[in-house]
């Protein structure tokens, strides 16, 4: 089973509008899904044919109905209950464009937090491999991911850390690592003080060996888009190149791209197939338009299209 | 008691922000309240110190949430659930102005209109006066409200109709007629195909006499915003003129109006209190930053600066 977590979900809802007409009423017919970064994990995990349990704090009549659309989309789910209500992010397409309204999200109590690490220390036992992605709710200290990751890989259980700013920060400043990030090329160039092109993935390479933070970090993948990605695992280099897509949502394609990785390391797949199999999650992601949704029937094209080559 | 009817209710989210960034990301934080033209009133009736009960339908686990936002303050409901999921509005508040996001709602089936309407004709039973607002959610037909109508008017209780369109027509068209409806000068002006001005209200009320569709209407109130409001009733008619104020929200006017119709109506004041009453409530809302509801201590203030005079 792969355990992923999502500690701030919403019910992410979709407007689709020719025109925006400002100053005054749209009429508008909701899409909702459950989202969050470590649901889409969750629904490309469910595509790949694996067993999940999706984690982490529904809060409210929202929550409630959070976990309906997770039943509705086949993900299991075992989630902590909070008195706040979950959120709701709004994505509107109108114009050609796509506004979006993000809301804060509930706060969260210590005696929640403490109930919920409760609860993912027992599921953690029961978990090939475990994804945490995206921010921390407020109420939440920026080192809580670091414990997590601590938690499971204390159990043995390779955990994948998909985050960013205090959070991530705190997880590579502690002394047990997780065992893949994945920060895009921009995040790694804010973490190291670099300005890294796409073109200089040996550089980026020996920087990343240099850092004390990343020592300890099994896999350390850097997305950079339509140009593929570089990855360090023990001590190798590779380059990944993909093949040029029709992209119609590149939205959830990082965390697609987790849950391909997530489906390879728990499944004990050599390098090249992890990061082959990430790499075609992301794409096929790309190419469906919905979030978090693989278009499978393109998997052997694009799969045999990713090239790995050791550097 | 008074009984209001909500029949597509609705999470009202306000979402401030000083600047909307369009095809980017904008953080907000909601503030969320139990919304529905019928629930305005409800609120306003709870501050004029009325015994209330708000009726209509709720859907789902926004229903559940609905209730709870009624219960904060302090209206009585008791609503008939639906399958469907109650739907949210949002008014975005941004770069000076006021851009609105109403989604359509549920459908509502044959059985839980039956279920409702059944609920609705015992409450009218217990009811001094029935207040219906708004629109009619999917799935329901428009000549419902002209049957809720004669509902209240054969169990011998005054019904006040705020509502527009196909579902105003066809209880205009009905054989009993609601107690009260409130167009405003747009609303009557396309019902008589007219262009009547603020001026001309005595041209309006022959108007109006003359229209079969009026007769055995009570109460027909014409509002006019800053210029007032001309009143039909019994044969009389009444010019009311209200005090300039410091508007600050004018969302709810409406239906703080007829929650002070209602109210003086329930309590069998006389023409000239009733036309002050509720022009009053209007003005006092509008005075609010929050809808539907007064600045009470206003109240003396303005009451005493609503001029009704027979015309």
């Avoid at 086949?74 to 989630?79: T, V």
């Amino acid at each position: 089973m792969i355990l992923t977590v999502t500690m701030n979900p919403s019910i992410d809802t979709r407007y689709e509008v020719e025109h925006l007409v400002v100053d005054n009423v749209n009429r508008v017919t909701p899409q909702k899904t459950a989202g969050g970064k470590g649901l889409n994990v969750s629904r490309v995990l469910v595509q790949l044919g694996d067993d999940v349990v999706a984690t982490g704090l529904l809060g409210g009549h929202a929550g409630a109905y959070l976990g309906e659309l997770m039943d509705a989309d086949g993900i299991p789910h075992r989630f902590t209950p909070i008195a706040g209500e979950s959120r709701t992010c709004i994505a509107l397409l109108h114009d050609g464009n796509q506004t979006e309204l993000l809301e804060s999200g509930p706060t969260v109590s210590t005696e929640e937090l403490e109930a919920f690490l409760a609860n993912y220390a027992e599921l953690v036992q029961q978990a090939d491999c475990v994804t945490i992605s995206g921010s921390l709710p407020k109420g939440v200290p920026a080192e809580c991911y670091a414990g997590m990751v601590e938690t499971a890989v204390r159990a043995g259980k390779p955990v994948l850390l998909d985050t960013s700013g205090a959070a991530l920060d705190a997880a590579l400043a502690a002394d047990v690592k997780p065992t893949l990030v994945k920060p895009n090329l921009t995040e790694i160039n804010a973490l190291l003080g670099t300005a890294f092109t796409t073109d200089e993935a040996a550089a980026l390479g020996d920087a990343v060996a240099a850092d004390p933070r990343f020592q300890g970090v099994a896999w350390v993948v850097v997305t950079m888009g339509a140009a593929g990605s570089v990855a360090f695992h023990d001590g190798h280099r590779y380059r990944v190149t993909t093949p040029p897509i029709q992209a119609v949502n590149a939205t959830g394609s990082g965390d697609s791209t987790v849950a391909g990785f997530a489906h390879a390391i728990a499944a004990g797949m050599d390098d090249v197939a992890v990061l082959a199999c990430g790499n075609t999650c992301g794409k096929l992601n790309a190419m469906d338009p919905q979030t978090g949704h693989l278009v499978m029937d393109k998997w052997g094209e694009v799969y045999a299209s990713v090239e790995v080559t050791e550097v």
